[in-house]
Protein backbone atom coordinates (compact mmCIF):
# COMPACT_ATOMS: atom_id res chain seq x y z
CA UNK A 1 0.00 0.00 0.00
CA UNK A 2 1.25 3.46 -1.33
CA UNK A 3 2.85 5.84 1.69
CA UNK A 4 3.33 9.25 2.94
CA UNK A 5 6.95 9.21 3.35
CA UNK A 6 9.26 11.93 5.76
CA UNK A 7 12.72 12.63 6.34
CA UNK A 8 14.45 13.21 8.14
CA UNK A 9 12.39 11.26 11.08
CA UNK A 10 14.27 13.77 13.71
CA UNK A 11 16.20 17.18 13.48
CA UNK A 12 17.83 18.81 15.75
CA UNK A 13 18.63 22.62 15.51
CA UNK A 14 19.72 25.58 17.58
CA UNK A 15 17.41 28.36 17.68
CA UNK A 16 17.22 31.16 15.47
CA UNK A 17 18.59 28.70 12.59
CA UNK A 18 16.57 27.45 9.25
CA UNK A 19 15.16 23.89 8.84
CA UNK A 20 13.39 22.53 6.04
CA UNK A 21 11.08 19.14 6.46
CA UNK A 22 10.60 17.05 3.31
CA UNK A 23 7.74 14.98 2.39
CA UNK A 24 6.68 12.98 -0.58
CA UNK A 25 2.91 12.10 -0.85
CA UNK A 26 1.29 9.34 -2.09
CA UNK A 27 1.98 9.86 -6.09
CA UNK A 28 -1.95 10.32 -7.31
CA UNK A 29 -2.60 12.82 -4.23
CA UNK A 30 -3.92 16.50 -4.93
CA UNK A 31 -3.99 17.82 -1.32
CA UNK A 32 -1.40 17.98 0.51
CA UNK A 33 -1.33 19.19 4.63
CA UNK A 34 1.39 20.29 7.18
CA UNK A 35 0.25 19.13 10.71
CA UNK A 36 2.20 19.55 14.17
CA UNK A 37 2.18 17.85 17.34
CA UNK A 38 3.71 19.32 20.49
CA UNK A 39 4.51 16.11 22.71
CA UNK A 40 1.42 14.91 24.80
CA UNK A 41 -0.71 17.28 23.17
CA UNK A 42 -3.98 16.94 20.55
CA UNK A 43 -2.28 17.02 16.60
CA UNK A 44 -2.81 20.92 15.37
CA UNK A 45 -3.32 22.06 11.72
CA UNK A 46 -0.75 24.30 9.88
CA UNK A 47 -2.05 24.57 6.44
CA UNK A 48 -3.14 22.82 2.97
CA UNK A 49 -1.60 23.06 -0.59
CA UNK A 50 -3.28 22.36 -3.94
CA UNK A 51 -2.65 23.41 -7.16
CA UNK A 52 0.82 24.74 -6.29
CA UNK A 53 -0.44 27.15 -4.40
CA UNK A 54 -1.87 27.64 -0.18
CA UNK A 55 -5.96 26.54 0.18
CA UNK A 56 -5.70 27.72 3.67
CA UNK A 57 -3.34 28.26 6.64
CA UNK A 58 -3.71 28.69 10.50
CA UNK A 59 -2.94 31.18 13.07
CA UNK A 60 0.08 29.25 13.70
CA UNK A 61 1.34 29.57 10.29
CA UNK A 62 3.01 33.11 10.78
CA UNK A 63 5.30 34.58 8.45
CA UNK A 64 8.15 32.04 10.05
CA UNK A 65 6.48 29.26 7.63
CA UNK A 66 6.49 28.37 4.40
CA UNK A 67 5.82 25.87 1.82
CA UNK A 68 6.74 24.48 -1.28
CA UNK A 69 6.10 21.75 -3.94
CA UNK A 70 9.72 21.76 -6.01
CA UNK A 71 9.06 18.87 -8.20
CA UNK A 72 6.39 16.72 -8.59
CA UNK A 73 6.77 14.80 -5.77
CA UNK A 74 8.31 16.60 -2.80
CA UNK A 75 6.43 18.65 -0.90
CA UNK A 76 8.70 20.98 1.70
CA UNK A 77 8.03 22.98 5.00
CA UNK A 78 10.59 25.61 5.68
CA UNK A 79 11.04 27.14 8.99
CA UNK A 80 12.83 30.40 9.26
CA UNK A 81 14.52 31.06 12.26
CA UNK A 82 13.38 28.82 14.80
CA UNK A 83 11.97 29.08 18.24
CA UNK A 84 12.58 27.26 20.99
CA UNK A 85 8.58 26.78 20.88
CA UNK A 86 8.37 24.89 17.24
CA UNK A 87 9.60 22.19 18.91
CA UNK A 88 7.02 19.13 17.94
CA UNK A 89 6.81 16.44 15.72
CA UNK A 90 5.65 17.51 11.87
CA UNK A 91 3.62 15.50 10.35
CA UNK A 92 2.78 15.93 6.23
CA UNK A 93 -0.56 14.24 5.31
CA UNK A 94 -1.82 13.59 1.58
CA UNK A 95 -5.30 12.98 0.39
CA UNK A 96 -7.04 12.85 -2.89
CA UNK A 97 -11.03 13.19 -3.32
CA UNK A 98 -11.86 14.07 -6.47
CA UNK A 99 -10.58 10.39 -8.52
CA UNK A 100 -11.62 8.33 -5.68
CA UNK A 101 -14.01 10.01 -3.66
CA UNK A 102 -12.05 9.72 -0.84
CA UNK A 103 -12.19 11.80 2.45
CA UNK A 104 -9.28 10.33 3.83
CA UNK A 105 -5.68 11.45 4.94
CA UNK A 106 -3.04 9.72 4.89
CA UNK A 107 0.31 11.14 7.15
CA UNK A 108 3.39 10.04 7.04
CA UNK A 109 5.70 8.98 9.91
CA UNK A 110 6.25 12.18 11.01
CA UNK A 111 9.65 14.57 11.28
CA UNK A 112 10.54 15.15 15.34
CA UNK A 113 12.13 18.73 15.34
CA UNK A 114 14.24 19.82 18.59
CA UNK A 115 14.81 23.47 18.42
CA UNK A 116 17.74 24.07 21.08
CA UNK B 1 -13.39 28.28 13.62
CA UNK B 2 -14.40 24.73 14.41
CA UNK B 3 -13.36 23.29 18.01
CA UNK B 4 -13.95 20.05 19.02
CA UNK B 5 -13.99 18.66 22.65
CA UNK B 6 -13.19 14.67 23.32
CA UNK B 7 -13.68 13.08 26.79
CA UNK B 8 -12.56 11.38 28.33
CA UNK B 9 -9.06 11.83 28.23
CA UNK B 10 -7.99 8.76 29.96
CA UNK B 11 -10.02 5.24 29.76
CA UNK B 12 -9.28 1.97 31.44
CA UNK B 13 -10.64 -0.96 30.27
CA UNK B 14 -10.55 -4.91 30.90
CA UNK B 15 -10.12 -6.54 28.08
CA UNK B 16 -12.96 -7.65 26.65
CA UNK B 17 -14.76 -5.10 27.41
CA UNK B 18 -16.37 -2.15 26.37
CA UNK B 19 -15.16 1.63 25.24
CA UNK B 20 -16.83 4.83 24.42
CA UNK B 21 -15.03 7.69 23.95
CA UNK B 22 -16.83 10.62 22.73
CA UNK B 23 -17.12 14.03 21.04
CA UNK B 24 -18.58 17.33 20.67
CA UNK B 25 -18.23 19.88 17.34
CA UNK B 26 -19.30 23.62 17.39
CA UNK B 27 -19.18 24.29 13.39
CA UNK B 28 -23.08 23.21 12.00
CA UNK B 29 -21.21 23.01 9.01
CA UNK B 30 -18.90 20.31 9.77
CA UNK B 31 -19.55 16.93 7.64
CA UNK B 32 -16.51 15.07 7.75
CA UNK B 33 -15.63 13.07 11.16
CA UNK B 34 -13.00 10.81 11.03
CA UNK B 35 -11.40 8.66 14.13
CA UNK B 36 -7.56 8.33 13.99
CA UNK B 37 -5.81 5.79 16.06
CA UNK B 38 -1.92 6.74 17.23
CA UNK B 39 0.31 4.57 18.52
CA UNK B 40 3.43 5.77 20.75
CA UNK B 41 5.90 7.46 18.16
CA UNK B 42 3.46 6.37 15.32
CA UNK B 43 1.35 8.54 13.07
CA UNK B 44 -2.02 8.77 13.38
CA UNK B 45 -3.91 5.78 11.53
CA UNK B 46 -7.52 6.48 10.07
CA UNK B 47 -9.51 3.51 11.64
CA UNK B 48 -13.11 4.52 11.04
CA UNK B 49 -14.80 7.90 9.54
CA UNK B 50 -18.36 9.32 8.90
CA UNK B 51 -19.94 11.45 6.97
CA UNK B 52 -22.49 13.82 8.09
CA UNK B 53 -25.19 12.27 5.89
CA UNK B 54 -24.75 8.98 8.22
CA UNK B 55 -26.04 8.93 11.64
CA UNK B 56 -23.90 5.29 12.47
CA UNK B 57 -21.46 3.00 11.04
CA UNK B 58 -19.71 -0.36 12.02
CA UNK B 59 -16.24 -2.07 11.10
CA UNK B 60 -15.87 -5.22 12.93
CA UNK B 61 -15.43 -4.12 16.57
CA UNK B 62 -15.64 -0.62 16.22
CA UNK B 63 -18.43 1.85 15.53
CA UNK B 64 -19.20 5.25 15.50
CA UNK B 65 -22.57 7.28 15.92
CA UNK B 66 -23.22 10.90 14.45
CA UNK B 67 -26.03 12.84 16.05
CA UNK B 68 -26.77 16.01 13.69
CA UNK B 69 -28.89 18.09 16.04
CA UNK B 70 -26.71 17.67 19.11
CA UNK B 71 -23.36 18.14 17.11
CA UNK B 72 -21.51 15.29 18.73
CA UNK B 73 -20.34 11.78 17.38
CA UNK B 74 -18.73 8.94 19.69
CA UNK B 75 -16.40 5.75 18.98
CA UNK B 76 -17.29 2.76 20.29
CA UNK B 77 -14.81 -0.45 20.73
CA UNK B 78 -16.47 -3.85 21.94
CA UNK B 79 -14.20 -6.95 22.98
CA UNK B 80 -11.33 -4.58 23.40
CA UNK B 81 -8.01 -6.22 23.31
CA UNK B 82 -4.28 -5.41 24.85
CA UNK B 83 -3.71 -4.35 21.26
CA UNK B 84 -6.31 -1.92 21.56
CA UNK B 85 -4.13 0.21 23.61
CA UNK B 86 -3.34 3.81 22.30
CA UNK B 87 -4.51 7.43 21.71
CA UNK B 88 -7.78 8.19 19.72
CA UNK B 89 -8.18 11.40 18.70
CA UNK B 90 -11.63 12.75 17.28
CA UNK B 91 -11.80 15.08 14.21
CA UNK B 92 -14.03 17.12 12.35
CA UNK B 93 -14.00 18.71 8.97
CA UNK B 94 -15.73 20.87 6.99
CA UNK B 95 -15.31 19.72 3.39
CA UNK B 96 -16.65 21.92 1.11
CA UNK B 97 -14.10 22.26 -0.99
CA UNK B 98 -11.70 19.01 -2.04
CA UNK B 99 -9.34 19.89 0.40
CA UNK B 100 -10.38 19.29 4.29
CA UNK B 101 -8.32 20.79 6.91
CA UNK B 102 -9.13 18.47 10.02
CA UNK B 103 -9.59 19.82 13.19
CA UNK B 104 -8.35 17.39 16.27
CA UNK B 105 -9.93 16.46 19.25
CA UNK B 106 -7.62 16.72 22.77
CA UNK B 107 -7.23 12.57 22.59
CA UNK B 108 -8.46 9.87 24.80
CA UNK B 109 -5.52 7.40 25.92
CA UNK B 110 -6.85 4.00 26.12
CA UNK B 111 -5.51 1.37 28.25
CA UNK B 112 -6.79 -2.29 27.84
CA UNK B 113 -5.61 -4.61 30.13
CA UNK B 114 -5.43 -8.04 30.04
Known amino acids: EPEVTQTPSHQVTQMGQEVILRCVPI?????FYWYRQILGQKVEFLVS????????KSEIFDDQFSVERPDGSNFTLKIRSTKLEDSAMYFC??????????????FGPGTRLTVT | GENVEQHPSTLSVQEGDSAVIKCTYS??????FPWYKQELGKRPQLIID?????GEKKDQRIAVTLNKTAKHFSLHITETQPEDSAVYFC?????????????FGTGTRLLVSP
Open chain 2, 50 to 54: IRSNV
Open chain 1, 27 to 31: SNHLY
Open chain 2, 27 to 32: DSASNY
Open chain 1, 49 to 56: FYNNEISE
Open chain 2, 91 to 103: AASSRNTGFQKLV
Open chain 1, 93 to 106: ASSDSKTTGSYEQY
